[in-house]
């Protein structure tokens, strides 16, 4: 549960300070600033956790050890996207690599929340999916915007 917190701590702090960030850092156009981060949070994260449940699939599902070790390949590919994004200052290849960021972190969500929800007993997985989505709110989205503006 908490790498998934981790994630949507990073995407909703990405998803809240990044336009401030493309106009005021890498002083992009508001307008062209505003539609291609559009662009950019919509199409990676939703092909990203497309071709993650996909991949998974390819290698037996998430119940088997290749599932998890393919969640830390994509973790450390999207942390090597992270570092690298800190150091460009070209509004097209930041967007590209953030999109890129995105996607790898969202490659990971069929598998964990997959593998979260089959290690509770068949009568309480409806509520440790609410749980869960609970939990996520408050420990990954909840705090990321403030906890980013004090940094």
Known sequence: MLSISIVLFIAAGIQFWGTDF???ILNMDPMEAYS???GVIIIGPTLGTGV???VVHKLGGYREPKALLSCFIFYSIGAICG????FIRNPYAWMSVLGTLLFFGAMTMPTLIGTMISSVPKK???MASSFGTLMYTIIGYLPSPFLY???
């Not at 570092?83 to 800190?86: A, G, M, R």
């Open 83 to 86: 570092i690298i994004l800190q």
């Open 52 to 54: 993650g449940g996909l």
């Open 22 to 24: 493309a106009t005021h």
């Open 149 to 151: 503006s004090v940094i």
């Open 124 to 126: 309480l997985k409806y």
């Open 36 to 38: 291609s981060y559009a």
